[in-house]
């Protein structure tokens, strides 16, 4: 089964929070769809060396962690940083080129970990542009990347929309 996504392509750490969105009033959870992990590991080039599911746990673990940073929940913070002692990156040097080596203490960690270090690495370099979608019941997170930093939705033919017909039938009401 084929799943149409609200939004997808954003960068790693924003991608796994966006597995997960608004649909008919509730929260889906699309790694609930047989199928659907292994597809999202795949096309994010992330391995899957252990049980299906104990990279989900550990995978909604690790996007439970990065929400809770977004949104400043207390605790949001310890709540990452447990994740992200479960492994570590070696840097060496590979036939000449510098290489990472990822390190993690089983390996159903692993895509989560990664999604873990690279929020830090966006968050770092682009906290203020990690967004979530200016519709309150939608809970979609995006990379803005105009040139202003003025895009206010996760997509301007659905949410974007929405907002412009409430406030048009507002004023005409």
């Known amino acids: 089964m084929a799943i149409t996504r609200p939004l997808s392509g954003e960068p790693l ?6 597995t997960v969105w608004m649909s008919n009033g509730a929260p889906f959870d699309m790694f609930g769809v047989p199928g659907a992990l292994r597809d999202w590991l795949d096309g994010h080039d992330l391995p899957a060396d252990a049980p299906e599911a104990e990279v989900r746990e550990h995978l909604t673990e690790a996007r439970e962690s990065i929400r809770a ?12 940083n447990a994740v992200l002692a479960h492994g ?13 080596v990822d390190e993690v203490d089983d390996p159903a960690r692993l ?5 873990a270090v690279e929020f ?8 203020d542009r990690i967004r979530k979608c200016a519709n309150h019941e939608c809970i979609l997170w995006y990379l803005d990347t105009t040139r202003n930093g003025s895009r206010r939705w996760h997509s301007m033919e659905t949410c974007g929309n929405r ?11």
């Open 13 to 18: 750490p924003l991608d796994l929070l966006d």
């Open 163 to 173: 907002a412009k017909a409430v406030r048009y039938h507002q004023r005409h009401a």
């Open 69 to 80: 940073v977004l949104q400043r929940e207390e605790g949001g913070e310890a709540r990452l």
């Open 88 to 100: 570590t990156r070696r840097l060496q040097l590979f036939e000449g080129r510098p290489a990472a």
């Open 111 to 115: 895509p989560g970990w990664r999604c």
């Open 120 to 127: 830090l690495d966006l968050f770092e370099r682009k906290a």
